[in-house]
């Protein structure tokens, strides 16, 4: 059986269909491999994170995929009232000390992953950077009766905010053993949780979105990703928002005090 005209790179003469078949089925193999490839590497560019930078975890998060979500720019996907017993009574308040204005440009592109979550454009600069840590060093000696300044339970060798150990653990903290900041090295960006009020405007003013496993098993709706800071203005917005995460956090035990 000869090929169609319309394949005029084949030598359709002696190109039978098996041999067609294989050959499409070789390329699309190769393909998949190629493409697998590439995505691997980029996986491992992205540094410590919660997972292993290798094969392990890279196959560890293709496999979270298959519960993950993609609505992750959509403020507020869930029922309210279904979940609000779970966040505690200050849920539905907001802890911004000024109103939250729409951020100007595009949104950063992030990447694919499930896990790590990051953005690869727009990235903080290296001392913006120090200086976000800087504040979160002062935040949590400023509120040390509250807070508490220690390694990642979730990202690996990060410092991060953790509600202080003395302190009761509020139930929505409970699957991320009481982390509430972490900054991450290669970007910028930060992740946090907010009161459900504050995560719904952050992600609605284009200030951030929710990790794809927001909402099930492993972290709770209000876990939500902040955009690295591009400037001074935005800086600012920053600190209003660590500090909002914050307040909400320790809002049944003490009140933060702002820097």
Known sequence: ?????????????????????????ALAVATVFLVAYIDYHHYCSLGDHGL??????????LQ???FAR?????????????????????????FF????????GNRPRISGFVAPQRQICD???TEMKMRMNSHLDSLASTNGRLLQRELSRLEGPVPAVQLHPSLPMPAFLERIRGEIIHIHPPDGSTHLVLSL???????KRGWGERHRLSGG???????????????????????????????????????????
């Open 197 to 203: 009020e504050d995560s719904k405007t952050s992600i």
């Open 123 to 125: 990235q903080a600069s």
């Open 64 to 66: 979270m995929s298959r």
């Open 52 to 61: 292993p930078g290798n094969f392990q975890g890279w196959k560890k998060q």
């Open 217 to 259: 098993r492993m972290l709770p709706w209000n876990y939500t990703l902040v955009y690295a800071p591009r400037d001074e203005k935005e800086f600012e917005v920053w600190k209003g928002i660590v500090e909002a995460a914050a307040s909400f956090c320790c809002a049944q035990a003490g009140k933060i005090e702002g820097i």
């Open 70 to 94: 993609k609505d992750t720019r959509i403020p507020a996907p869930y029922n309210l009232e279904s979940i609000l017993k779970d966040y505690g009574p200050y849920a539905t308040r907001s």
């Open 97 to 104: 000390n000024i109103p939250l204005q729409d951020r100007i």
């Open 1 to 25: 059986m000869s090929f169609p005209k319309f394949y005029p790179h084949i030598a359709t003469s002696d190109l039978t269909l098996a041999q067609f078949l294989a050959s499409a089925a």
